[in-house]
């Protein structure tokens, strides 16, 4: 994600950082080229004059703008709703570390130092879970992550499991029930606690839901082909009418709708590496500063901060 002030004046159009530009930079190379052409031949094609008018183009603009919005606020429906996901998954796991440490029938609360407390496993699982999701939704490993909260061996066998936070999940209901069991929490609480675990579960299961199902791509298809037919003929409707300024309106018109479509393309899929999209690292270390602190840690780790203006 792209943390920075909002660039003002002039500095609007010379901002990379962040912007789409670098992405379509040889789309609009071509299409200026094209244009620059048309221009010099004075829309001739060997001894035939191309004519047209400005009316299609109106027409079939009016159309692809349309389109590119529809197209665009479904992508940025996935990436809100992607963001809502990971602010339940923070909300929950404080939550349920608050629960851990005030609803178990314990004389003292939890503590990052003892080691041999049950409930300082339960809530680190916490924040196990939430790395395990990132990784997952990444496509990595989260065998680091989990063996620095978790241990060796938990780590090994979080990761043979094909989904490594489902497996988190079921360690820690099984914690629960074995509170339950030794009356250590009473059953009405234990239901609560429960459908918390059911929570962060779902979170899961919604990600992976707009991680696995993408926008249709015959809609990606054609509106990248309308968008290429549309930007190599209109200097042609242009060039009778505009003269030498065709490259320069033909330019601003394909920078318009390849930005569009290529910044669709990005948040489609919100949960990668790319500028634009969710930082999750960011998140992870968030949930994992706020849980430690339920436990009493003295020593927390740092919020991440941009790095040239991007947050991962």
């Given at each position: 994600m792209i943390v920075r002030d909002r660039p003002t004046g002039l500095q609007l159009f010379y901002v990379l950082r962040g912007s789409v530009l670098p992405h379509i930079a040889w789309e609009l190379v071509t299409c200026t080229a094209v244009a620059v052409l048309v221009t010099l031949t004075h829309g001739f094609v060997y001894q035939w004059k191309i004519t047209l008018t400005t009316v299609p183009f109106s027409l079939i603009g009016l159309a692809l703008a349309i389109f590119l919005g529809f197209r665009n606020n479904?992508?940025?429906?996935?990436?809100?709703?992607?963001?809502?996901?990971?602010?339940?998954?923070?909300?929950?796991?404080?939550?349920f570390a608050r629960q851990v440490q005030s609803v178990l029938h314990f004389e003292d609360p939890a503590?990052?130092?003892?080691?041999?407390?049950?409930?300082r496993t339960l809530v680190l699982r916490t924040i196990a879970f939430a790395h395990?999701?990132?990784?997952?939704?990444?496509?990595?490993?989260?065998?680091?992550?989990?063996?620095?909260?978790?241990?060796?061996?938990?780590?090994?066998?979080?990761?043979?499991?094909?989904l490594p936070g489902d497996w988190l999940l079921r360690r820690m209901g099984e914690q629960l029930g074995?509170?339950?069991r030794a009356r250590r929490l009473d059953a009405p609480v234990a239901a609560d606690m429960d459908q918390g675990l059911t929570?962060?579960?779902q979170v899961a299961a919604n990600c992976e839901r707009i991680k696995h199902t993408p926008i249709p791509f015959p809609y990606t298809l054609l509106l990248h082909r309308t968008a290429w037919l549309y930007c190599?003929?209109?200097p042609f409707g242009l060039v009778d009418t505009v003269g030498f300024m065709t490259p320069f309106v033909v330019v601003i018109v394909a920078y318009t709708f390849f930005g569009l479509d290529a910044l669709g393309d990005e948040i489609e899929e919100p949960f990668g590496l790319?500028?634009?999209?969710?930082?999750?690292?960011?998140?992870?270390?968030?949930?994992?500063?706020?849980?430690?602190?339920?436990?009493?840690?003295?020593?927390?780790p740092p919020p991440l901060k941009p790095v040239n203006?991007?947050?991962t």
């Open positions: 479904a992508a940025y429906d996935r990436y809100w709703e992607a963001r809502k996901l990971w602010g339940e998954l923070a909300a929950r796991s404080r939550s503590s990052i130092d003892d080691l041999g407390d049950p409930r395990a999701l990132r990784h997952q939704l990444r496509c990595s490993s989260p065998r680091a992550d989990l063996e620095r909260l978790l241990g060796a061996e938990e780590a090994r066998a979080a990761t043979a499991s094909r074995a509170f339950l929570a962060l579960a190599f003929l209109l790319a500028n634009n999209h969710l930082p999750l690292d960011a998140l992870c270390r968030e949930i994992e500063i706020d849980v430690l602190e339920t436990l009493g840690a003295r020593e927390l203006g991007r947050l």
